[in-house]
């Protein structure tokens, strides 16, 4: 596991923690961050059916607001449905199998974000994606996509081709790398699918 892994889950854990301390409600799962309410019925696990009920539920706390009902791997899932898919993943084992728990749980902050600096230092797009699978994971919703920057310019210009020629950009940092407008394109569409926004930061240096 690499030391930004371990940091970007230690920072992750902190407010889990407050969470844990202040709660009313019975023992809390290992759920990162921790949920806002939770009580876990027992402590037998069964094996999680792949059907879920939808009911409606009345967002009084934002979009990110949902409820998760598991009774005897049973789903029930109510507003917010890729959040609490999430919690779901974090609180099933290896063998498929979850505790029944009822959980009501929202955001703190609307903007739970990271950032990835490419300008300095180029990450292949399938690294891009481990990010952004590992965000969605933790309910960060904000990536801030540093593109540009003095050692290169990493969005694909057709129009100006010397702000991607490697002669032009700091020897050592990745030059001549560069995202495609489509690889620009599936990686917006690939954080959509997972609930994340993607800010494109485009960083215009004055003469």
């Known amino acids: 596991m690499s030391i930004l892994r371990i940091l970007f889950m230690l ?103 990271f950032m990835h600096d490419t300008g300095r230092n180029y990450q292949p797009l399938p690294m891009l994606k481990k990010t952004i699978d590992f965000m969605a994971r933790y309910k960060l919703n904000f990536f801030h996509w540093h593109l540009t920057d003095n050692p290169a310019w990493r969005i694909e210009c057709k129009c100006y081709p010397q702000l991607n020629d490697a002669q032009f950009q700091r020897k050592g940092r990745d030059e001549g790398k560069f995202y495609t407008y489509e690889e620009i394109r599936e990686l917006i569409r690939y954080a959509s699918q997972r609930g994340i926004m993607v800010l494109p930061d485009i960083d215009m240096h004055g003469l």
């Open 11 to 113: 920072i992750l854990a902190l407010p889990a923690l407050v969470s844990v301390a202040s709660t009313t409600d019975n023992v809390m799962p290992a759920v990162i961050p921790a949920p806002q309410h939770c009580v876990i019925n027992g402590y037998k696990t069964y094996r999680v059916n792949h059907e879920r009920k939808y009911k409606e539920l009345e967002m009084t706390h934002g979009g990110d607001e949902y409820t998760l009902t598991v009774k005897k791997g049973k789903v029930t899932i109510g507003g917010n449905r890729h959040w609490a898919e999430e919690t779901l993943k974090q609180l099933t084992d290896s063998d498929g199998r979850a505790p029944d728990v009822e959980i009501h749980d929202w955001a703190a902050y609307p903007l739970r974000g």
